[in-house]
């Protein structure tokens, strides 16, 4: 059995998913909120989606997105979930990954162990929750 990374499509339906459940979080989150000072786009475009995203790429293994869709974001090392600084290292990635056009995106496409340039920055691999069970040996040894 070859070990399987969460690929493109999975990790683009995951994210499309983050969107849809993040803006059921926000909206109500709006309607309470207005009239009261809060900076909301502030709150809502950048403080919220932030600590939610690393929160759960280091309490869960993943956003519920990406858990929706069977995925894990490991340490390429370890196997382990991400501690918190290379969570935020990841966070930054994005950043990066979208500038150039979005190709640290696209990379995943065709990168041999389905890694985007923010993963490649990170030390980190996006899996499929069966392989989890595996073990990063196993998975690696495969590879070969």
């Not at 059921?24 to 207005?34: F, G, I, R, S």
């Not at 932030?50 to 869709?69: D, E, S």
């Not at 290379?86 to 979005?102: E, T, V």
């Amino acid at each position: 059995m070859n070990p399987s990374f969460g690929g493109f499509w999975q990790r683009l339906a995951a994210t499309l998913l983050d969107a849809l459940l993040f803006s059921a979080l926000m909206t109500p989150l709006t309607l309470l909120l207005a009239g009261t000072g809060v900076p909301l786009e502030l709150l809502g475009n950048w403080l919220l989606p932030f600590v939610l995203t690393l929160g759960c790429w280091v309490r869960l293994g993943g956003t519920p997105g990406k858990l929706l869709m069977g995925c894990e974001v490991v340490d390429a090392g370890s196997g382990a979930r991400p501690g918190v600084s290379q969570a935020l290292l990841r966070y930054i990635g994005y950043i990066l990954s979208a500038l150039p056009l979005g190709l640290g995106f696209l990379w995943i496409l065709w990168d041999r162990r389905k890694q985007g340039f923010h993963d490649k920055l990170a030390g980190t691999l996006v899996i499929r929750e069966d392989d989890r069970r595996l073990g990063l040996y196993e998975l690696e040894r495969q590879l070969r």
